[in-house]
């Protein structure tokens, strides 16, 4: 499902406090009512809202992509992009950074807001570092809970499980999400594939992790990522990309040397053996997007997220 609206959300009537659904979106560690309260007092002007007001029709997050499982251990996912947040200013409003100068409140209440509207119980991530490790994450993910901040969590920059119900997150501003899944086999992962890491072989090294875990068939979505007209780059960094990679070859608007990432990471996955599929749009042409580039790198972070439905008793999000 691919959903489009205004940043608005409709509204039928209003309450205050609102989304309640929040405090069980946590786990072991949920938001204290009077923090949920807060959150939405502090988020609801730039999402449109009276202040301290939120709409009791307002049915969640609305996603620049998602597809939910179809069946009992099947595979979900979704690409965030700004909007449906409670964040402000520069991180108006759906950030999921857990750096960058947003308040650790804010986080946690969209970390809790993605987590409600997809149904998943637990969001796992990891301290992104432009490389190529990748970070098996268990059934309960508690090292790598996506509301911690950054510092607290590990350095990696993909992820693997074959555990249900946990959500794998990578976080993005202008950077290629990659969700990828194996659901006969029940494995899934994500990586963060910025030039460095797409370089380096962070997807060589996710999808080994993958096969290792017992996956075949791979398939393999690209979400929102700068594109390679955007992409401007001096010629002796571009040159060093096109020789390692000739796919990511490109040319600025302005005539001058550029990379396509999101055409490596299509040809890299290819050579993989990936059927790839390409949610993309361009991060720094789209204002619903963030953009490290377009707002001078000061700004929030989208998220591509991946997760197994529960084998039994599972049911389907609302959307």
Not at 116 to 129: C, D, E, F, K
Not at 160 to 168: C, D, F, I, K, R
Not at 221 to 231: E, N, R, T
Request: net charge negative; proline share 7%.
């Amino acid at each position: 499902m691919t959903g489009f609206r205004s940043s608005v959300p409709p509204v039928s009537g209003w309450a205050s406090p609102g989304w309640l659904s929040l405090s069980f979106a946590l786990g072991p560690d949920p938001l204290p009512y009077w923090w949920v309260f807060s959150g939405c007092l502090s988020g609801s002007t730039a999402l449109g809202f009276p202040y301290g007001a939120v709409p009791l029709a307002y049915s969640g997050v609305v996603f620049a992509y998602r597809r939910d499982p179809e069946r009992p251990g099947g595979v979900g996912l979704a690409f965030t992009d700004r909007l449906d947040g409670v964040s402000g200013g520069a991180f108006g409003s759906l950030n999921l950074a857990g750096s960058g100068g947003d308040e650790p409140q804010n986080l946690r209440a969209n970390v809790g807001l993605v987590s409600t509207t997809l149904g998943i119980a637990s969001l796992t991530g990891v301290h992104q570092v432009h490389g190529r490790d990748v970070l098996a994450v268990g059934p309960d993910g508690a090292a790598t809970r996506l509301w911690q901040s950054d510092d607290d969590l590990p350095d990696a920059d993909a992820l693997v499980t074959t555990a249900p119900g946990v959500g794998l997150c990578i976080r993005v501003a202008d950077c290629v999400p990659v969700l990828l899944a194996d659901e006969r086999a029940g494995v899934i992962g994500a990586a963060h594939a910025g030039r460095k890491g797409l370089l380096a072989g962070v997807l060589e090294a996710v999808v080994a992790a993958m096969r290792q875990r017992g996956a075949a068939d791979i398939a393999a979505w690209i979400g929102p990522h700068i594109c390679g007209a955007c992409y401007e780059v001096p010629p002796e960094m571009a040159e060093d990309a096109w020789a390692r990679l000739p796919a990511t070859r490109s040319v600025s608007r302005h005539g001058t040397t550029a990379i396509d990432i999101g055409a490596g990471v299509a040809s890299e996955l290819g050579r993989l053996g990936c059927r790839v599929h390409r949610q993309e749009r361009c991060t720094a042409e789209e204002p619903s997007l963030f953009s490290y580039r377009r707002d001078g790198g000061v700004t929030g972070r989208q998220a591509g997220i991946v997760w197994l439905a529960p084998t039994s008793g599972a049911e389907k999000p609302s959307r």
